[in-house]
């Protein structure tokens, strides 16, 4: 890391706004009114009951552990509160044995506290939390035990990003232990272009195109609610281009599709604004045409004729450098693209050479949200395209927190990553900036002994 290297970002966080934005992250629902509204097409009726014999954990001689939720942001702890909100709450008990049997389900609704109760018998268990799932009473009626549960599948048509399906699982000792803690992840990740400009050459000089769509292609529609890694696509939405009546199915269509317009005049070329869209992982590690991969793609009019300019997320040529390929679990990926010339006639084609630039890219591993015990050793680091891109951690947000005793650390060699010695409990938080051209930063918070 070259010595005295500033941050792109004008601003810098103060060490006590982290701390207030780790406590909004880490604690949403404290923060929310008891009154939500939902968003257009997405409802919870129908499914409001379950008349099985599941709770058996609620009869003579049970016990109860207070389970605390913590949810991963995917981000930078930016989104509105209602991405955070938990309209409903799955959970199930099992024997933490070589059974695994379920000892109890139980559900609820419109939480607004960051714990539940989950009612057992006493001895080893195993507790898994699914918020905001579509579970029928046919899919919770299937689950006997612990390994019927990793079979249980959701679907980004009737997802929002307001109200993600999110899931965790944690081991508690109940009777002997009162209190636990799981952490929730989405299944969702964001694919976000952060700039797009179009800045023609040679015989298009000048020229910009006009009624602009950022939309997903190949998106997986179905996946299991329990997976981290190994997804392959499913279902598949938008196959090979937009298509109109999967579009119709979904819950909310700005997940795949956003219009950004006709751009703004800038000195050199014109500038569009932004789009956040969201889809399932798809991590396959070569395409076919029952596995393709997901693809970003720009569409607009130039001299009056339609172009696309496809974009593999993450993939080899599109901003992938090291790393897994592809779109991982709960992932942000950044984009800057800049076009300068004209596109494909297909929306699943090659752009011609040249015509696009993906400027500059950033993957966070393993995540932004950090949970560990005291003892053990954490890598942080960021995949960055191009690589020579720079990357500042800022040590002063390492320092605040070892002279608090919550970690010591060791930045890499090469500057992109930190290793993270856990040493005692509490919360911490750090920021990774990336300069040009990805031009983006990400907060990282730490929770050690949760």
């Known amino acids: ?41 997405h409802h919870w009726d129908g499914i409001d009951t379950y008349d099985g014999d599941k709770n058996v954990g609620d009869g003579k001689g049970s016990v109860l552990t207070e389970v605390r939720y913590l949810i991963a942001p995917a981000s930078t702890a930016t989104k509105a509160e209602s991405w955070w909100l938990v309209k409903r709450m799955d959970v199930f008990v099992f024997d933490d044995n070589a059974v695994q049997s379920l000892d109890s389900y139980s559900r609820d609704y419109a939480y607004t506290t960051s714990s539940f109760t989950a009612a057992s018998s006493s001895g080893d268990k195993i507790i898994v939390a699914l918020a905001n799932s579509r579970l029928t009473n046919e899919d919770i009626a299937s689950v006997s035990v612990y390994e019927d549960i990793n079979r249980l599948r959701t679907r980004l048509s009737d997802e929002t990003p307001e109200y993600p399906l999110m899931t965790g699982e944690t081991r508690v000792c109940a009777g002997a232990e009162d209190e636990c803690t799981v952490v929730l992840y989405p299944m969702i990740s964001e694919i976000r272009l952060s700039s797009l400009v179009c800045r023609m050459e040679g015989a298009y000089s000048g020229k910009s195109l006009e009624k ?36 119709q199915g979904m819950a909310y269509q700005r997940m795949l599709y956003n219009y950004i317009g006709n751009g703004v005049r800038t000195g050199n070329g014109y500038s569009y604004g932004s789009a956040s869209l969201f889809c399932y992982p798809n991590d396959s590690r070569e395409e076919s045409a029952g596995s393709p991969f997901t693809t970003l793609v720009i569409e607009g009019t130039l001299d009056g004729r339609t172009c696309y300019y496809p974009i593999r997320i993450n993939r080899k040529g599109y901003g992938h450098s090291v790393g897994v390929e592809g779109i991982s679990r709960n992932a942000q990926y950044v984009i800057n693209l800049t076009i300068t010339g004209p596109g494909s006639d297909d929306p699943d084609g090659e752009v011609p ?41 800022d040590e002063d947000d390492l320092d605040f927190d070892r002279e608090r005793g919550i970690y010591d650390y060791e930045i890499d060699a090469d500057g992109k990553g930190v290793w993270l010695t856990l040493l005692k409990g509490g919360a911490g938080a750090f920021i990774i900036d ?17």
């Open 353 to 393: 050479p040249n015509s696009t630039v993906t400027e500059g890219s950033m993957t966070l591993y393993p995540g932004n949200f950090i949970t560990g015990r005291d003892g053990e050793k954490i890598h942080v680091w960021v995949d960055v395209f191009p690589e020579e891109t720079e990357v500042h951690i």
């Open 434 to 450: 990336a300069g040009e051209p990805v031009n983006d930063g990400l907060l990282i918070i730490i929770v050690v002994n949760p």
């Open 212 to 247: 602009v769509k950022a939309y997903l292609t190949n998106v997986s529609n179905s996946t299991e609610m329990m997976r981290w890694d190994g997804f392959r696509p499913s279902e598949i939405l938008n196959q090979g281009r937009m298509s109109e009546s999967d579009m």
């Open 1 to 41: 890391m070259t010595k005295g290297w500033k941050a792109f970002s004008p601003w810098r966080p103060p060490r006590a706004l982290l701390l207030t934005i780790f406590l909004l992250v880490a604690y949403p629902a404290f923060f929310m009114a008891c009154s939500v509204t939902e968003p257009e097409g």
